[in-house]
């Protein structure tokens, strides 16, 4: 288990603050925030290349916070791969079982790259490698030295799909295995497909940990919510209504949602996917009833996104069979049904 308390490191104009969190045995766990969060430095810091102004770091109980990264059992994995270039892959794996005798490396070599699927690299220089096998190689190197956590630098972020998919897959196969992970990514949809618990940050802060579904359906603040793609995510608060809680955002919508007390402050959040599009007003049990104007239809991997100006932007996502039966597209009017259900209150 690796437990950080209070890690805070000043740079000339950035800083991070404060940072606890605990990563236990078995974990996926994500450090995930714009460019510039201080996702990179703390993973340095995590690693021993950097020290801490002040807190403490320890791993499995032992305080390790000054300890060097040769001493603390952590591998970690640069986005730049760092791989030696004029020595063969398995040259470069052997460096990390410098000292130890021969037949064992050789031993160690080739399980290693049975495991990770390079075994026709052994003889092959860098330059001949693609991105996807010099992570693979990078990947092998370090895992090669048995660490406790495996750090990662933004391991998927100068590949294309294809081989980003092949990746994916090795890291998914490499945690199964029982391997502990802190993995750096910009990425919402890579964080949601690979992590097991989630840390966001922004400004040398973390805003918010948990599990996926906590981080993505329940997000604390208006930074992760647009930050992971929420687009519905307005502040309110509630008033009662025949005691039935309505939720009312800055620029006067009104919501009504399941729960709440009056004069509450919070957030309400509506799934894109939520909202059913009419182009007249419908009959039925939907409980939010809105009119509004399309502004603006955008493409996306999900289906169309239907940005549409009520009181507030309102973002509805549909399919394309939708978008052609009700034609919709700039300039329209439109219906906005949502039932209570969809809507969640998220409380400060």
């Not at 078995?26 to 703390?42: H, N």
């Not at 490396?105 to 495991?115: D, G, L, Q, V």
């Not at 039925?284 to 289906?303: K, W, Y």
């Amino acid at each position: 288990m690796l437990k950080l308390t209070g890690v805070t490191k000043d740079f000339k104009g950035f800083r991070i603050s404060d940072i606890s969190f605990t990563v236990e045995k078995g974990d996926y766990f994500i450090l995930l925030g714009p460019s510039g969060a201080g996702k990179s430095i703390l993973l340095e810091t995590i690693a021993g290349l950097l020290s801490p102004d002040s807190g403490t770091l320890e791993l499995n109980g032992k305080d390790i916070t000054n300890l060097p990264i040769q001493q603390r059992k952590v591998g970690l994995v640069f986005q730049d791969h760092a791989i030696f270039p004029h020595m063969k892959v398995k040259k470069n794996l052997a460096f990390a079982l410098h000292g130890r005798p021969s037949g064992f490396i050789r031993e160690r070599i080739a399980a290693m790259c049975k495991r990770l699927g390079i075994e026709d690299l052994p003889e092959r220089y860098p330059s001949t490698l693609s991105g996807g096998e010099l992570q693979r190689v990078a990947l092998a190197r370090t895992l090669i030295q048995e660490p406790e956590i495996l750090l990662l630098d933004e391991p998927l972020s100068s590949m294309d799909t294809r081989l980003k998919s092949g990746v994916r897959a090795l890291l998914r196969q490499i945690h199964r295995e029982g391997q502990t992970i802190i993995h750096v990514t910009h990425d919402y949809e890579e964080a949601l497909s690979l992590g097991t618990r989630i840390a966001v940050m922004d400004h040398g802060r973390v805003l918010q940990t948990g599990t996926p579904d906590e981080v993505f359906h329940y997000p604390r603040n208006g930074f992760v919510a647009h930050f992971i793609g929420l687009k519905n995510f307005f502040p309110v608060t509630i008033r009662m209504s025949n005691a039935i809680p309505v939720a009312v955002t800055d620029a006067g919508l009104r919501i009504q949602v399941q729960q709440g007390q009056e004069n509450a402050k919070g957030f309400v959040m509506i799934r894109g996917e939520d909202i059913v599009l009419s182009n007249a007003a419908l009959d039925s049990s939907a409980t939010n009833v809105f009119s509004g104007r399309i502004r603006e239809v955008t493409v996306t991997p999900m289906g169309y996104d239907i940005c549409i100006d009520a009181a507030e932007t309102i973002h509805a996502l549909v399919t394309r069979s939708s978008l052609e039966k009700m034609n919709l597209r700039e300039g329209v009017n439109i219906w906005m049904n949502i039932k209570a259900t969809a809507v969640k209150f998220i409380e400060e």
